[in-house]
């Protein structure tokens, strides 16, 4: 059975300001009990302190993250420069899962680099498959432009055959494709589904101004940017579907994630996802 966690990403400046443990003892005060680390530094004293909340809190942590390469200014360490404590660190938290979160910037507009990427991960792939840890890509909407009419993740996952996907169903519909059905098409590969609503937002009354000011750019950035992320139930998704498919297609984690809070606070976003999804009947996924 798949269990209802939380992408670690929301919780960075909680992480930075009391600890992962203080941290994860309020996540799991609110219900959850599974997470996903993401841009959280793997310092010795962060994965002590995760560890004591695997054994005190019983938060399990579902995956780990890492960057194929050094990325200049992230806080995740790389497959390439540090396999071997990526290893220990997952072997010490009892995490049999590794996600790649998204693709080298330079890859994002050229095919050749995407397709160097994707060979390099599933070389890591099977060297991780010999310590019984999977590793994963998470997509964005940019893996659905069209390369001589074929999707960027279908290329991906062709020239990595070893890596799994981590389907995030907000990016896939602000990709363009329905959650449902790309869960569905990747049944097979999907053991971690990414838990973030798409909403239309209000526009704004100063795009107004603007308009009438005659600044006509500032209208349309205004227009275009009522694409918004959400806490679960709180936009235009059916989480219902989502989840009955996702646990159709034998996910392990399903992760709530929201990358801007539009000035909630992550434990107000956090409790009306956990109180959302009770409603909808998936207790029992906590």
Same mark, same amino acid.
């Given at each position: ?12 400046? $909680? ?49 780990? $993250?890492?960057?194929?390469?050094? !990325?200049?200014?992230?806080?995740? *360490? ?20 590794? !996600? ?5 910037? %330079? ?36 893996? @659905? /432009? ?25 990016? /896939? &519909? ?6 449902? !059905?790309?869960? &569905?098409?990747?049944? %097979?590969? /999907? ?17 107004? *101004?603007?308009?009438?000011?005659? *600044? ?6 205004? @227009?275009?940017?009522?694409?918004? @992320? ?44 956990? *109180? ?11």
């Amino acid at each position: 059975m798949a269990k209802i966690g939380v992408q670690a990403m929301m919780l960075k400046d $909680s992480f930075a300001e009391v600890g992962a443990f203080e941290t994860l003892r309020r996540v799991s005060e609110i219900g959850y009990h599974a997470v996903e680390v993401s841009q959280i530094p793997m310092t010795p004293e962060n994965v002590a302190q995760l560890d004591r909340a695997r054994t005190e809190l019983g938060m399990e942590i579902g995956a780990l $993250s890492a960057a194929l390469n050094k !990325r200049p200014g992230a806080p995740n *360490d790389s497959l390439t420069d540090d396999f071997d404590k990526i290893v220990d660190d997952a072997t010490t938290l009892h995490s049999s899962m590794l !996600r790649i979160g998204m693709l080298p910037f %330079d890859a994002m507009a050229s095919l050749d680099k995407v397709i160097q990427f994707a060979e390099q991960s599933n070389e890591i792939a099977g060297r991780l498959q010999e310590h019984g840890i999977s590793l994963y890509y998470h997509n964005h909407h940019i893996e @659905f /432009v069209k390369y001589d009419g074929r999707y960027l993740l279908d290329i991906i996952a062709e020239r990595a055959p070893l890596m799994g996907i981590e389907l995030d169903v907000h990016w /896939v &519909q602000r990709g363009g494709l329905d959650p449902v !059905r790309t869960l &569905q098409k990747y049944s %097979d590969r /999907v053991a971690m589904v990414h838990l973030k609503d798409y909403r239309i937002g209000q526009m704004p009354a100063e795009a107004l *101004d603007s308009l009438a000011k005659g *600044d006509f750019a500032a209208f349309m950035t205004a @227009f275009t940017g009522v694409v918004q @992320f959400a806490e679960v139930g709180e936009g235009n998704l059916d989480f219902t579907a989502i989840i009955e498919q996702s646990l159709a297609s034998d996910a392990k984690y399903l992760l709530v994630e929201q990358d801007d809070l539009y000035g909630r606070t992550v434990w107000q976003a956090l409790q009306t996802s956990y *109180d959302n999804l009770v409603a909808l009947g998936y207790k029992h996924l906590f």
